[in-house]
């Protein structure tokens, strides 16, 4: 995936790319090519000038300032970041919000789809129909219509209220209880598992059958194909799916500025919408842009440790 | 005989499992479209059956009114302004530049690659702040241009896509086109281009689900109510202390996530094998 060489076409030995001396002798020819190349990626390189490294360098600036809108810019050193790490309890809040939504959610959405690819895998008949229904609540799960169905599902006098008084069962308010509201947003979370499904459903294909046969014969059953064949040769797609999901679920914002906006007692109170309410709400640009970093910093912590670690359980079967 | 029997019990079992499975996942939605049949009265009572005692089919219209005099169809026409033009900046611009990172050798393409490879992984909330602060400063707060103009420099998810279904496409066929006398612009547009379809097609319905679904570019640039687009426009009209007429905003919730839907089963195919077999984002 992370290889940029287009195929067959290396005649061109490889070099650090940006050492190569620009002229060659015999390179007149490609001298258009270079040209054209950089024609068609333009539009890209001005884009990532302009929108996102230009952005990146600015917001590192604005996290030593205390830059409010319309303000002077006051460079203020570590203020921020010492601010955030010792006085603000409400930033320590959220992170240990985020860190238990996403490590709730991320590991739950996963697991459920793996296992529901897994079963779906095993059936033959009307399987396309199962997956496009199973996709569903992804589809349009992204959709603020979505949060504000939830809200009223889970709301006191909504369907899942409805449902436990009606087989019997106490009520509750999930909402509004400090100690359930994160749980409804990690079900929300879980809910959409439907594009991790696709993936590992399409990863559980590209394992040859001759591999369940042979260990059949041998007598494996099915909970030890499971961990010995399954798990092992879909580690590559495991691996892909928990950095996108776990960048994913740090950078949460919708559903808890739409279910529950943060409260009750902020403990729906996750990373982004903090970050979104001290800089939109409050114009506490410089500060707002320390947390991003902060932010990014534990994100870039968190990839590094699972692409490290994943030497140890991602098997690459080529 | 008898293994026979038993196979098609184990089938039949599987098969009730997953219905039963597929139907409860399937319920929240259910129960959003058949609330919007409901009178406001009965939303909450029962509120766990699906079926309306009277069918409230006027929950539509009173909803439409949307709300301070500006009905649903300007914020339609909003979302459909904002989604149809990005969707056709990002996808265009992100066919070119897969073209370029696919089959052009050029100095210092592996860089602009990784460089790509990183912005992928980068969240928007990362440069949120600084391109607020960035666009408020050319005058463009209320307006389209921060949610719509950053697409015409390709996005890096579909330059990825496009890219991979570039590399399917053999070599052989540029260099016969450059042979019979193309250069990289016409074999770009005249053998590129017409078989890379299908990915732009998967690029265009990601891009209107994202465009669609955006909440957040249009909840901080946007000020206006005239010009807000639909996500945003039903946030304030289903607001926890506004609302009385639930039916009314359960029917809005449901138009909202209508084209989503459509385009998902006019596209599902696409959709689900551009996720496959790209193996990226949801």
């Not at chain 1, 002229?23 to 068609?40: C, D, I, M, N, V």
């Not at chain 1, 436990?164 to 106490?170: F, V």
């Not at chain 2, 460089?115 to 600084?130: A, D, K």
């Given at each position: 995936m992370a290889q940029n060489q287009t195929g067959k076409e290396t005649v061109v030995p490889v070099k650090p790319p940006f050492k190569k001396p620009?002229?060659?002798?015999?390179?007149?020819?490609?001298?258009?090519?270079?040209?054209?190349?950089?024609?068609?990626?333009?539009?890209?390189?001005?884009?990532?000038?302009?929108?996102?490294?230009y952005p990146i360098v600015y917001s590192l600036y604005l996290s030593f300032t205390n830059y409010g809108m319309g303000g002077e810019y006051e460079w203020i050193g570590l203020a921020n970041y010492e601010r955030m790490f010792t006085t603000d309890d409400t930033w320590r809040q959220s992170l240990k919000v985020t860190f238990l939504y996403a490590g709730t959610a991320v590991p739950l959405r996963l697991v459920f789809a793996l296992m529901v690819a897994v079963a779906l895998n095993k059936i033959v008949e009307a399987v396309g129909l199962y997956r496009t229904m199973l996709y569903l609540p992804s589809v349009v799960g992204?959709?603020?219509?979505?949060?504000?169905?939830?809200?009223?599902?889970?709301?006191?006098?909504?369907?899942?209220?409805?449902?436990?008084?009606?087989?019997?069962?106490?009520?509750?308010?999930?909402?509004?209880?400090?100690?359930?509201?994160?749980?409804?947003?990690?079900?929300?979370?879980?809910w959409q598992?439907?594009?991790?499904?696709?993936?590992?459903?399409?990863?559980?294909?590209?394992?040859?059958?001759?591999?369940?046969?042979?260990?059949?014969?041998?007598?494996?059953?099915?909970?030890?194909?499971?961990?010995?064949?399954?798990?092992?040769?879909?580690?590559?797609?495991?691996?892909?799916?928990?950095?996108?999901?776990?960048?994913?679920?740090?950078?949460?914002?919708?559903?808890?500025?739409?279910?529950?906006?943060?409260?009750?007692?902020?403990?729906?109170l996750l990373y982004v919408l903090y970050m979104y309410r001290r800089a939109f709400e409050f114009f506490d640009m410089g500060y707002a842009s320390a947390m991003a970093w902060v932010m990014l910093i534990i994100i870039a912590i968190f990839t590094a440790v699972i692409f490290k670690s994943s030497d140890k359980w991602v098997h690459y079967n080529d | 005989m008898d293994t026979q029997r038993k196979k098609r019990i184990k089938k039949i079992v599987q098969h009730i499992l997953m219905i039963i499975f597929t139907l409860i996942m399937l319920y929240p939605l259910a129960w959003m479209v058949m609330s919007s049949f409901k009178q406001s009265s009965d939303v909450f009572v029962d509120a766990h059956s699906l079926i309306p005692k009277v069918w409230a089919f006027e929950n539509f219209s009173e909803g439409w009114q949307g709300f301070g005099g500006i009905t649903f169809t300007t914020f339609f026409k909003n979302s459909f302004v904002i989604t149809v033009i990005s969707t056709i900046g990002s996808v265009i611009s992100s066919t070119f530049i897969a073209y370029g990172f696919a089959r052009?050798?050029?100095?210092?393409?592996?860089?602009?690659?990784?460089?790509?490879?990183?912005?992928?992984?980068?969240?928007?909330?990362?440069?949120?702040?600084?391109?607020?602060?960035?666009?408020?400063?050319?005058?463009?707060?209320?307006?389209?241009?921060?949610?719509?103009?950053?697409?015409?420099?390709?996005?890096?998810?579909?330059?990825f896509l496009i890219m991979q279904f570039i590399r399917t496409i053999p070599t052989e066929l540029d260099q016969a086109a450059k042979i019979d006398g193309c250069n990289t612009f016409s074999i770009f547009f005249r053998i590129i281009v017409p078989l890379v379809v299908p990915a732009m097609m998967t690029a265009a319905i990601f891009s209107f689900y994202w465009r669609w679904d955006d909440f957040m570019g249009p909840l901080i640039y946007l000020v206006t109510p005239e010009k807000y687009p639909v996500s945003l426009a039903l946030k304030l009209f289903s607001d926890p202390s506004a609302v009385t007429n639930w039916g009314a905003m359960f029917a809005m919730t449901t138009v909202s996530i209508l084209p989503v839907f459509l385009i998902f089963f006019i596209f599902q195919r696409y959709i689900v094998d551009g996720i496959s077999t790209s193996g990226l984002k949801s």
């Open positions: 620009f002229k060659r002798p015999k390179r007149l020819r490609t001298g258009y090519e270079e040209l054209s190349g950089y024609a068609f990626i333009s539009p890209f390189i001005i884009g990532l000038v302009a929108f996102t490294l992204g959709s603020i219509g979505i949060s504000i169905m939830w809200r009223q599902l889970f709301g006191n006098d909504g369907a899942f209220n409805s449902v436990l008084a009606s087989i019997g069962l106490p009520t509750h308010s999930w909402l509004g209880d400090p100690g359930t509201a994160i749980w409804t947003l990690v079900a929300l979370y879980g598992f439907g594009s991790s499904m696709l993936i590992f459903l399409a990863g559980l294909r590209n394992i040859p059958k001759t591999f369940y046969e042979a260990s059949a014969v041998d007598g494996a059953k099915p909970w030890q194909q499971f961990f010995k064949i399954t798990i092992p040769l879909l580690t590559p797609v495991i691996l892909f799916n928990t950095i996108m999901q776990t960048i994913q679920g740090f950078m949460a914002f919708t559903p808890s500025f739409i279910v529950t906006n943060g409260g009750p007692m902020n403990s729906t | 052009i050798k050029f100095t210092g393409k592996k860089m602009w690659f990784v460089l790509m490879m990183l912005t992928l992984m980068l969240p928007y909330e990362m440069v949120m702040i600084p391109q607020y602060v960035m666009f408020s400063g050319f005058g463009w707060i209320d307006t389209y241009l921060p949610l719509i103009l950053p697409t015409f420099f390709g996005v890096p998810f579909f330059i």
